[in-house]
């Protein structure tokens, strides 16, 4: 992280300076930034009743609709392309309809239906984000959530399923020692 960039809390990296947290898509950013969509999605779904101080519930739902604009049509290609019985193909689709119907949809009057809808747009944005990684076969660290990009950047995590079987999973490195084993 260098100069100016900005932690998820707002800090900044270079001098530790707390100012209230961005969001968007920085510049240079691929148009599908999981990490980032997921980021501004944990701004809105925390379990209090109020965002944090410094965000504006506007300017956030404006955020998640454009990040739910550049997702949609990628998850839409992704899953067109598979197979017409595929399963994850059609669970894809289904939240492509749901998400293209929150974003005709308007938020009601005042401040906690702002809320509200923000968060309806935030879980939306969410399922598209898995969807997402799952149909480029991105994979996701089962201890921070987040994408796996290079091969040498994790280790395997075998655990047993509910079914029984053993299932192998991956970590970071770095979150390793996170994930207990049972």
Do not use: W
């Amino acid at each position: 992280m260098t100069t100016g960039q900005r932690t998820r809390s707002g800090t900044d990296a270079a001098d530790g300076h707390r100012e209230p947290t961005t969001i968007g898509v920085e510049s240079g950013a691929s148009a599908v930034d999981v990490l980032v969509m997921r980021q501004t999605i944990a701004l809105v779904l925390p379990a209090e009743d109020e965002l944090p101080p410094g965000l504006d519930i506007d300017t956030l739902t404006m955020v998640l609709r454009g990040h739910m604009a550049l997702i949609v049509p990628e998850v839409e290609t992704k899953a067109l392309a598979l197979h017409k019985e595929d399963i994850p193909r059609y669970c894809a689709l289904a939240c492509v309809g749901e998400a293209n119907g929150k974003l005709r949809a308007r938020a009601g009057q005042g401040a906690y239906a702002g809320l509200v809808f923000a968060r309806k747009l935030a879980r939306s944005l969410a399922a598209l984000c898995d969807h997402y990684e799952t149909l480029t076969g991105m994979p996701i660290c089962l201890a921070c959530d987040r994408a796996i990009h290079r091969p040498g950047e994790s280790v395997p995590y075998d655990r047993v399923s509910n079914s029984g079987g053993a299932v192998t999973s991956h970590v970071h490195a770095a979150c390793a020692n996170r994930v207990r084993r049972t």
